[in-house]
């Protein structure tokens, strides 16, 4: 990121990554820590608690040297615990100085590839969903709680999203929909709150866990992206923060 200036900050910010645990997560919480101003707060959400930990530890001198502080809360979000620990976690640093709210959900799954009429158990689907698309509205309705609009608080939100939210593609029913669902819910936040930019990011294939799931269901094999190149662009779009409220961008094209 050598063409960003240094005196561009994301700001004293309270950051909540969701899925930070590993892949893509990580990466942003290595890049994103490294844009915070001094006293900020960094809440790392996945369901491991071993790996959190080990990305804190991986932070640590650095996170130390900046003064940000750093939680680690190891939950299931499909799940109403789950949600409402994260966002008890966040009223906890409500109380402190802070000029950014900046939430990144990106926790997500594939869920199963399969044809259409296979999917006749709708337990499965909702579970799917449950995680996918209804903690997302529901971890964000609880973020906005805690944070209400107030004068000089800036807020971002980012819904990691995909090239199929927009393109079906056969057998990815359950995928493709829940992608496609979030960029709506994103797009409705951002018309019924301009104070909230808000910014889904499509961050390309990656090297990732779930790209070896798909390389063993499918059989298909894309040329994959480091996770941290990708994590480069996005932290570069929120420092920039000139794309429009509710735009869907591609790391493609940006």
């Not at 942003?28 to 930990?53: C, F, M, N």
């Not at 969903?129 to 973020?143: D, E, Q, R, W």
């Not at 992608?179 to 294939?205: C, D, I, N, T, W």
Request: with cysteine; aromatic share 6%.
């Amino acid at each position: 990121m050598s063409d960003i200036t240094n005196h561009r900050t994301l700001g004293r910010s309270i950051c909540i990554i969701t899925g930070a645990s590993k892949g893509f997560g990580r990466a942003l919480a290595h890049k994103v820590s490294r844009w915070l101003k001094p006293g900020s707060i960094l809440l790392l959400v996945a369901r491991s608690e071993t790996l959190l930990q080990e990305l804190k530890e991986e932070l640590q001198s650095f996170t130390e040297e900046q003064q940000t502080v750093v939680h680690c809360v190891a939950v299931d979000l499909s799940t109403r615990e789950g949600v409402n620990e994260t966002v008890s976690m966040a009223r906890q640093e409500a109380g402190n100085e802070i000029d950014h709210v900046l939430l990144i959900n990106n926790a997500a799954t594939l869920g199963e590839i399969s044809n259409f009429a296979s999917f006749t158990n709708i337990e499965e689907v909702n579970s799917y969903l449950s995680l996918n698309v209804s903690s997302a509205l529901a971890l964000t309705a609880g973020i906005l709680q805690v944070f209400p609009c107030v004068p000089l608080l800036r807020w971002s939100v980012v819904n990691i999203s995909s090239a199929f939210a927009l393109q079906p593609l056969p057998s990815w029913v359950l995928y493709c929909t829940a992608k496609a669902a979030r960029k709506m819910m994103f797009r409705v936040l951002a018309e019924e709150q301009p104070h909230v930019k808000v910014l889904s990011y499509s961050p390309g294939p990656m090297e990732t866990d779930m790209q070896k799931e798909i390389l063993r269901l499918t059989g298909v094999k894309h040329h994959l992206l480091p996770c941290q190149e990708s994590a480069d662009k996005l932290v570069k779009l929120l420092l920039d923060d000139d794309f429009i409220s509710g735009a869907h961008l591609d790391f493609f094209e940006v």
